[in-house]
Structure formats: C-alpha cells, structure tokens
C-alpha cells in the first residue's frame, strides 16, 4: 500500500469514503478483519481517516499483528491527509518513544496541529509539558494559554487548571475573581474538582462576593460527581451551619 503525502488536491473517492464507513460499521461489531480491509482500501484511496483507522488496527494489534512503527507511519499519512485525530495520536507516539525515537518537541508540533484545528486534549497536553518543564524548558506562561485554549474548546481540566493558573499567579497575573470564573466553567465541564474549589470561594468570600447559596450550590455538585469526596461533604455541612436562616 502506497504511503505517500497526497498532493494538495487531491480527496478521497467516493468508493474510498464507501469503505471508510465500512470499515467503522465492522469494527464497531469486533469484525476486526473486515475493519483491516476496508479501511486498507480507503487509506488507499487517499482518505485520511481510513489511514488513521488503519492505523489504530496496528497500533492496538486489532485484525493483524501489532506493529507500532507501522501505526505510526500511518498516523503520520493520515495527519497530512487531513486528520487531527492522527496528529494527535502520533504526538502521544513521540511523546512515549513508541514505533519512533522519542522525541518531545516533534510531539509538540503534532499536539499543535491537533490544537489548531480544535483538538482539546492536543491543546491540554501541550500546556502540561511547558507547565511541568517536561522536554521543554518550563513556561507558565505557554502553558497557560495551552490550558486557555484546551477550556475553550471544552476540555474540563483545561478550565480547572488555567483556574488555579490564576488562582496561584503562575504565567498569568492573580486574580481570584477570574480563577473562580475558570473554575466554574470546568464544573460545567464536569469537573468535581471545579465545582469543590469554586465552592471554597463562595464560602470564603475571598476574590468573591460571599454566598452560602451558591457554595452548597457547587459543594452539592462536586459531591455528585465525586460522592465519597471527604472534604467537599465537610464543607457542604459548614456551608449549611452558617447560611443565615429562612435560606
């Protein structure tokens, strides 16, 4: 099967985007040999999430033998092709050392690929690297907009950490007002973490308008995500000692 970069105008056939469905229907009913085969004949006929199909096969060794060097050559051939899903999993390749030579910024130039076009999970991985000084030199900075971006495109521990980025000051000035904002928004994502640490605020006051309402509000739904959270059901039970009465 030829792997090349497809020119500029070049798009799938319409019997290559026949297969590519194909192939998904199989795979969804474990028919993992048929999957192969289809989705051989859509990345051959130039479709870039038939590559990337095909390569999550070698890459899982699901319908023929695992082969990570294989997955990795068509991730790559996929994300040329056009597929974001590829670009980033060929960055978490680089990242592991996995069918290529570890190589960190290489995986950050994938992850920016996937950023780019909306990818949050690209966007957030990005962020921790420059966050925790990982293959790059440290830069709260960087990292901060990397988490900026990954919230945006509604990745909840995105939220949550560019909250505490905020929170603590770290490449973006201090604000408490903004880190709960942030904080807020990764409760709405589904965070736990972020409905607890907003909860915390409103209880204090600090960098808020003080609510006893609004506090149990956010300790009530961390608990809902996390029930057996030891130090939202403490708190949930001192925000409801001193709410004033009639609330």
């Known amino acids: 099967m030829a792997e090349r970069p497809p020119h500029a105008n070049e798009a799938p056939a319409a019997a290559a985007i026949q297969a590519n469905n194909a192939g998904d229907d199989a795979f969804d009913r474990n028919d993992f040999a048929t999957a192969l085969r289809q989705f051989t004949i859509a990345c051959d006929g130039r479709s870039a999430e038939g590559c990337f199909s095909l390569g999550a096969l070698y890459s ?39 069918g290529v030579a ?32 990982t293959g790059v030199a440290q ?19 995105g939220c949550l950490s560019l909250g505490t980025s905020y929170d603590k000051g770290a490449g973006v000035e201090k604000n408490i007002a903004t880190a709960v904002s942030y904080y807020v928004r990764a409760c709405n994502a589904g965070s736990g973490n972020g409905c607890y640490n907003a909860g915390i605020y409103y209880h204090s006051g600090n960098g ?4 006893y309402d609004l506090a149990i509000g956010y300790f009530r739904r961390a608990l809902a995500i996390n029930p057996n959270d030891k130090e939202a059901q403490a708190d949930l039970a001192s925000a409801e000692r001193h709410r004033p009465a009639g609330h």
């Open 102 to 133: 570890q190589n960190i910024g290489t995986a950050i130039t994938y992850w920016s690929k996937a950023c780019d076009a909306g990818h949050a999970n690209g966007c957030y991985n990005i962020a921790a690297m420059y966050k925790n000084g």
């Open 60 to 98: 899982l060794g699901k319908g023929v033998t695992q082969d990570q060097v294989r997955a990795a050559r068509l991730y790559g051939t996929a994300c040329d092709r056009g597929s974001i899903r590829a670009c980033y999993n060929l960055g978490l390749l680089y990242q592991r050392g996995t």
């Open 208 to 211: 808020v308008a003080q609510s």
């Open 139 to 157: 830069n709260p900075a960087t990292a901060a907009s990397y988490f900026r971006k990954a919230c945006d495109a509604g990745d909840a521990d």
